[in-house]
Each structure stands twice: as structure tokens, then as C-alpha cells.
Nanobody, 130 residues
Framework: QAQLAESGGGLVQAGGSLRLSCAAS?????????MAWFRRAPGKEREFVAA????????YYSDSVKGRFTISKDNLKNTLYLQMNNLKPEDTAVYFC??????????????????????WGQGTQVTVSS
């Protein structure tokens, strides 16, 4: 059972930057995880932002953040990051960290499906003012 805790959200002006962190703890250190960031804007459904795989550390991004956001992880610190640059008002949302246990090969598209993730954090608010 993994526990995830996000931090780093806040209020920033358009064009600014923030770095989100997600600290992960796991009672079963033998598990391997794909990890991702999702977000939910007011009045909208949750959407995929970025993911990083356990195998190969491959990264995937939504078209709306590609080139501006960077996902990374530090396995020694058990921490996932999301560096967000050139923020826009439309990036305003609650950002969630998610993890799924690696059980075998899965498609890259499945990384964008929140339903395939086993664990979620509580979220951190990011507000971008114009």
C-alpha cells in the first residue's frame, strides 16, 4: 500500500514557474511503480498531465503541457517531481500525483488513463493569475 503526498503548489503569475513534489512511501518496497501527474480544473474532469514509467524512465506528456512541463523522479528520495515553466492561467487546477504497480507490459496510452492507477495523493492547488 503506497501513500502519496503532494507539495509545492501555490499562486504564481502567468509566465512563472513552480515545482511540484510527490513524496511516496510504501510498506512493500518490492513494488515497482509507474507514476503520473493529473489535474482537475474547476468545473472540468480530471485530465492527464504527465507520466514516467518504471521501466526505462520513459516520459509522456499531454499536448497542452508538452515543452513547458517536465516530469522526473528521484528513486533514492522516493519522490516524483513536476517542473512547470511558462505557466498559463489555464493551468490553474488541483494537481494530483498517482502511482500504479508495474505488473507487466502495458500500452503507453494506458498511462493517460487515471483508472489504471492504484494510488492517489490528496492534491495540491496551483493557481496562475493573468
Amino acid at each position: 500500500q503506497a501513500q502519496l503526498a503532494e507539495s509545492g503548489g501555490g499562486l504564481v503569475q502567468a509566465g512563472g514557474s513552480l515545482r511540484l513534489s510527490c513524496a511516496a512511501s510504501d510498506r512493500n518496497p518490492g513494488n515497482d511503480y509507474d507514476m503520473a501527474w493529473f489535474r482537475r480544473a474547476p468545473g472540468k474532469e480530471r485530465e492527464f498531465v504527465a507520466a514516467i514509467t518504471w521501466i526505462g524512465y520513459s516520459t509522456y506528456y499531454s499536448d497542452s503541457v508538452k515543452g513547458r512541463f517536465t516530469i522526473s523522479k528521484d528513486n533514492l528520495k522516493n519522490t516524483l517531481y513536476l517542473q512547470m515553466n511558462n505557466l498559463k492561467p489555464e493551468d490553474t487546477a488541483v494537481y494530483f500525483c498517482a502511482a500504479r504497480i508495474v505488473t507487466g507490459p502495458r500500452s503507453a496510452d494506458s498511462l493517460k488513463d487515471g483508472g489504471t492507477y492504484d494510488f492517489w495523493g490528496q492534491g495540491t492547488q496551483v493557481t496562475v493569475s493573468s
